[in-house]
Structure formats: structure tokens, C-alpha cells
């Protein structure tokens, strides 16, 4: 199971965090301070990929375990396990935050590009401290019990603060600040959303319906993050907890195996959250889907020469309006621009 069953979460995950970067990068979604979060928390997943699960690969699946030979390595085997899967959910926390700012028009700066930078690389350097710990009493240790060698955190008190920091800091803390916040921003969205359009439409009339249109599918896809996260990383991190607490325990051989066992199948599921966000994203926002038909047209389009969307699918108005760090890219249907009607309207609305 080791060997075998991590290889589908790296294939998976590397095809889309890759098109997660490539979309989360694209001119019109670039500039959202939202995409931005969402961009980290990918970046992150990349060194939960290759870092995380390639070592438990090598270590469980393969039986060769470097922790178990150099104490520095396995210091710095659990130091970026622990820090980049903890970067990774707070990302989300962050993006959630972002949207509710955005759901009570909060002042330009705050969803800004340049800010929700800033406060990623704080983010970062929060993190780093807060696991520099491991760096100093994670190690080789001989459990005194069953005389096997094992790399993890010092015993006694320290072990059981290592874990209940990472069930907090890792499974509990984010999910919680997540449904809070996603809860609160669709509230306010629901609040402030017009049911009737006037028939007299504007530019601006159109501009903020986009908006509104564009946080409310961000909203949907951060809100399917927040469940999988829940599903996918509170029962592991649980059973680290547990594991520590009865580690005085005397089981049987068979105990230990059915034990194994549920660790194995949990630890497999924990990487779903970090691998599988492409997906989840994709199923859930049409935003997103748009964005990824738009690279694969390009990419057919380069190999071709050829179009495989329809006219009606692409932009005729390439109006970007950048405001308040919210993308309000401004897609007008080509046949409907094609009236006269509408064509005078627009050039009337720009003079």
C-alpha cells in the first residue's frame, strides 16, 4: 500500500497544480487578490508532493528510511512536512478572509495584489517560527518499550504538544476560521445581491454584475476547499494525537497491524486535500473551467492552427478592469455586440 497507492496522488497532483499555476497566473485572474491565496496554497501543495509523499514513499514503501540514519535529515524531513501542509490550509484562511472583505467592500488596499502579498510572506515566516521547534528536539529516538528506533519528536510532554499544535494549527484552527468567514461572506453576499436588472443597462451596471458573479463562484470553489479539507486531514491528525496518547499501550501483533494498517489508509487520504484541489476546483467554478478551455485552445490553436471553441465563446470586447484587486473582466457575447443596438449603446457609454 506504501509503495503502490501514493503513485495516483503524485500523477494526479502534478498535472494539476501544474494547471492550477498556469490558470492562477493568466491575465485575467493574476490581479485577484483571491487568486493570489489560492496560488500560494498551490505552491505549497508542491512541496507537499514531492517532499512529503516521495520520502513516505521511500521510507515506508520501499523500507529505506534516511531519518533513521542522519538526525539532521529527519529534522528537516518533519520541519517542511509540518510547515508546508500547514501553509497550505492557512492559504485557504487567508483566501476566505479575502473574500469577506470583498463581501462588505472593504477599503482598495486590502484587496490589493501587493497586500495580499505582504501578508503571505508573513504568513510564511508566522509558520516558520512556529514549527522552528522541530528543528531543535524532533530526532532519532529509541522507544523504550518495544526497543525500536523511530524519527519524531523527543518523548513526554514535548510529543504531546508536537501533535496537538499540528491538529490545531494543521486540521481544527483552518476549517474552523474557514467556515466562519465562508459563512459570513455568503450571508453578506446573499444581502447585498439585486434580483432585478434594470433594462436600461450600463457599463458599470454590467461591470459589477461580473464582480458579483466572479466572488460568488470564488466563494463556491473555497467552500468545497473547506469541506475537503475537513475530510481529508482532521482523521489523520487525529490519529497522530491518539497514537502519542496510547503510545504506553502493550498491543498484540495483530493490533499492531490492524493499527498499521489505519494509519496507512489515513496518511494516504491526507494527501487528497493537496493534490486533488485542481479538480475540486474545477468541478465547482465556471470560472475556473472557462480559464482552462481558454489554455487548452491555445494550446490546440499553436499545434493546429485552429480554434476548437465556438465564436460565441470568445470575448469581443477585451475590456480588464482591474479595480479593488477583483477581477471584472468584461465578456460581452459576440452576436449580441454585433447589434447595432448595442454596438451604439457601448460607444455611447464610451464616449
Given at each position: ?336 455586440y454585433r447589434q447595432p443596438k448595442y454596438r451604439a449603446m457601448f460607444k455611447r457609454q464610451n464616449k
Amino acid at each position: 500500500m506504501n509503495r503502490y497507492f501514493p503513485y495516483p496522488f503524485m500523477i494526479f497532483g502534478t498535472i494539476g497544480l501544474i494547471l492550477n499555476v498556469a490558470i492562477f497566473t493568466r491575465q485575467s485572474l493574476c490581479n485577484n487578490s483571491c487568486v493570489q491565496y489560492l496560488l500560494f496554497n498551490t505552491l505549497s501543495n508542491f512541496i507537499v508532493l514531492y517532499w512529503v509523499v516521495t520520502t513516505r514513499i521511500v521510507s515506508d514503501g520501499y523500507g529505506d528510511d534516511l531519518g533513521l540514519r542522519s538526525d539532521s535529515f529527519c529534522k528537516i524531513r518533519y520541519f517542511l512536512t509540518y510547515y508546508s501542509r500547514t501553509l497550505s490550509t492557512w492559504f485557504i484562511v487567508l483566501a476566505c478572509i479575502d473574500r469577506w472583505l470583498s463581501s462588505i467592500q472593504a477599503k482598495q488596499r486590502f484587496n490589493k495584489v501587493l497586500f495580499a502579498r505582504r501578508v503571505g510572506f508573513i504568513t510564511c515566516i508566522i509558520c516558520f517560527i512556529s514549527y522552528a521547534h522541530i528543528l531543535f528536539l524532533f530526532g532519532i529516538q529509541k522507544d523504550p518499550v518495544s526497543l525500536s528506533v523511530t524519527c519524531y519528536a523527543l518523548p513526554g510532554i514535548y510529543r504531546l504538544f508536537s501533535d496537538l499544535q499540528y491538529l490545531i494549527f494543521y486540521a481544527l484552527a483552518p476549517p474552523i476560521f474557514m467556515l466562519i468567514f465562508g459563512i459570513i461572506t455568503l450571508r453578506n453576499i446573499r444581502r447585498n445581491r439585486r434580483l432585478v436588472i434594470p433594462l436600461g443597462i450600463t457599463r458599470n451596471q454590467i461591470k459589477n454584475n461580473l464582480i458579483k458573479r466572479r466572488d460568488s463562484q470564488l466563494l463556491a470553489m473555497l467552500l468545497l476547499q473547506i469541506f475537503v479539507i475537513i475530510i481529508f486531514t482532521l482523521p489523520f491528525a487525529i490519529q497522530k494525537l491518539m497514537d502519542t496518547l496510547t503510545l504506553q499501550l502493550q498491543r498484540t501483533a495483530v493490533q499492531k497491524a490492524q493499527w498499521n494498517l489505519i494509519t496507512a489508509i489515513l496518511r494516504l487520504l491526507s494527501y487528497g486535500s493537496h493534490a486533488l484541489g485542481f479538480f475540486f476546483y474545477t468541478l465547482s467554478a465556471k470560472i475556473f473551467r472557462v480559464e482552462l478551455l481558454k489554455i487548452m485552445n491555445r494550446i490546440y490553436l499553436w499545434c493546429t492552427g485552429k480554434n476548437f471553441l465556438r465564436p460565441t465563446m470568445i470575448p469581443s470586447l477585451d475590456a480588464s478592469m482591474m479595480r479593488n484587486g477583483i477581477d471584472a473582466t468584461q465578456t460581452i457575447d459576440y452576436q449580441r455586440y454585433r447589434q447595432p443596438k448595442y454596438r451604439a449603446m457601448f460607444k455611447r457609454q464610451n464616449k
